[in-house]
């Protein structure tokens, strides 16, 4: 029997009775499109190997704990699981310094816990943050909630739909229209926020 020409579904069933080239055949089919959508979200060919690899050992291993439901949505699943190994790229290098280190190991440039942040700076950061929040309140109130959700309470987009009673893909598309509603008004009013 040819793996190639079996579906998702009986490919995914003969893994669960431990077919390993099922597997394959199911990230062989897949492996170019995850890849490439997680080239476009990290700009950066290195860090999509590596994201990519992270992605396909959690599919794999979601798929062994018959965590995927089957509703004939495998690669939307698969990119989810992209999707979020690929936040968790960001977050992850976010709160890494990018600095230089000595001899011992020791962070000497940019370490938090060094830098003096005057007065004018937390001025132009309070600033800023002001003018933020009046722009989110200008927004729809469904927008707002998203916004407020996300950004300032740190809610994930599945946590964010459980609390308003919507889908993801509705709690991704406030989101995509607040994003956009608040450019325009950035643009609009010629709003330096840099």
């Given amino acids: 029997m040819k793996l190639r020409n079996l579906n998702d579904v009986e490919l995914l069933s003969l893994y669960s009775v431990g077919n390993e080239a099922a597997i394959s055949e199911i990230i062989d089919r897949y492996k170019k499109r995850v890849h490439d959508y997680i080239r476009n979200m990290v700009k950066s060919e290195a860090v999509a190997d590596d994201i990519f690899q992270e992605t396909f050992i959690k599919i794999v291993k979601s798929l062994s704990e018959n965590k995927y439901v089957d509703s004939g949505r495998l690669l939307s699943w698969m990119l ?29 440039l940019n370490n938090k816990n060094l830098v003096d942040s005057n007065v ?18 200008r927004l729809s109130e469904e927008q707002k909630e998203v916004v407020v959700m ?45």
């Fill in 150 to 194: 996300r950004h300032y309470l740190g809610l994930s987009f599945k946590e964010i739909a459980e609390k308003t009673g919507v889908s993801i893909n509705t709690a991704l598309g406030r989101m995509r229209y607040a994003l956009i509603n608040l450019r325009k008004m950035i643009e609009e009013e010629q709003l330096m926020l840099c």
């Fill in 120 to 137: 004018e700076d937390k001025m132009v950061e309070e600033q800023k943050h002001s003018l933020i929040r009046r722009l989110v309140d």
């Fill in 80 to 108: 989810r699981i992209a999707h979020n190994q690929v936040i968790d790229h960001f977050r992850r290098t976010k709160s890494e310094a990018k600095v230089s280190y000595d001899n011992e190991g020791i962070n000497i």
